[in-house]
């Protein structure tokens, strides 16, 4: 008695993406700029004992790192796969925001604690260095964010980019509104206080970010696709009678693969099947990466992935 196993059917449509344009010299650009700033809060927060401007000066130092790494990914993640490393480089994006976000929240717990110390033992401030620096600030975080801003929604590291250096402008606003109030008010406790505002700002941005890099990390469905309407399509194709061991993950920032076994009991469909169901999950739902495995359903030898 003859018998057809199904798994033996295997249909592959790869498509490789390379993400948004290349960032280089955004990323080169930004770095520069803000390790530049950075030593200038620095220099000036001890000159004028303002634990605001060093509390942007941490935040912004660890921006830079930020950068650095997420420079890094997108170098590595067009590196070509290699035997041992069959998809290449790309999942060190989704490593490089999850050490970014954990490197923030490390860095503003510190800041925080050296502001609440402030508040019982306030330290004169040099009111017009906060505010001169704070305003280069907004010009250079300003500047930085823009050079991210076509691509913020792509790539999880340009995103990020984006999104911290327009908190940093931001933050930096505030910062020379705290010199503002500190030089017409003498209220001392301004100071610390829009340190905490600043950390503030820091932790709502950075737990999206850890939320998002921490979920790719785990291979979590990515944030947009939604998995029931991918499951839909696939069970609504002609032929399927059923989806099972259907998985969708991040391969980086920027690249979603997807792995599903379609049973088709009228025999596989061919490669023009394979191909327009790969290249409608591209279109509709961004999935780069897809590989069916086509199965006739044959009860004596069952999918032991069907669950």
Partial sequence: ???????????????HEHGPANYSRAFALGTALNL???LVEVIFGFQ???VALLADAGHNSSDVLGLILAWSASLLARRRSSRRYTYGWRRFSIIAALLNATLLLVVTGGISWEAIRRFS???????????????????????????????????LNIRAAFMHMAADAMVALGVVLAGIGIVLTHWLWLDPAISLVINAVVIIGTWELLRDSFNLAIDAVPEGIDLVAVRTYLSERPGVEQVHDLHIWGLSTNSTALTAHLVMPSGHPGDVFLTQTCQELHNHFGIEHSTIQVEMGDPSYPCTLDC
């Fill in 1 to 15: 008695m003859a018998h057809h196993h199904g798994h033996q059917h295997h249909g592959h449509e790869h498509h």
């Fill in 48 to 50: 004028a004992d303002s």
């Fill in 36 to 38: 530049g700033f950075v």
């Fill in 121 to 155: 033992e306030p330290s004169p401030v040099a009111g017009g260095i906060m505010i001169a620096v704070a305003a280069l600030g907004v010009v250079i975080n300003t500047a930085t964010a823009l050079l991210f801003l076509s691509g913020r929604k792509q790539d």
